[in-house]
C-alpha cells in the first residue's frame, strides 16, 4: 500500500490520469522502498485502452493453461 495525494493505493489498483489531454490507464505492479535514500517507490504500468481484455475468471485457465507456464 502507497499514498498518492489522500488516496491509498494497493497493488492491482487501476486508475485513469489525463496527461497532455491524453487518457491513460494505469496499474500499481508493486512498492519498494529505495535502498539508499530510503524513498518509498512505485512500479506502474500503463495499459492502452485497445489492449485490455476482460476474461471471466472461469475462462482465464483455458486462455494461459498453467502447465505451459513456469514460475
Do not use: W
Not at 2 to 31: E, H, I, P, Q, S
Not at 54 to 60: A, C, F, K
Amino acid at each position: 500500500m502507497v499514498y498518492c495525494g489522500v488516496k491509498l493505493l494497493n497493488k492491482g489498483d487501476l486508475f485513469t490520469v489525463y496527461l497532455d489531454g491524453v487518457v491513460m490507464t494505469v496499474c500499481v505492479l508493486g512498492v519498494y522502498s529505495e535502498e539508499y535514500s530510503g524513498e518509498e517507490m512505485v512500479i506502474l504500468a500503463v495499459i492502452g485502452q485497445e489492449n485490455m481484455v476482460h476474461v471471466p475468471l472461469n475462462e482465464l485457465e483455458s486462455l494461459f493453461p498453467s502447465r505451459k507456464y513456469v514460475n
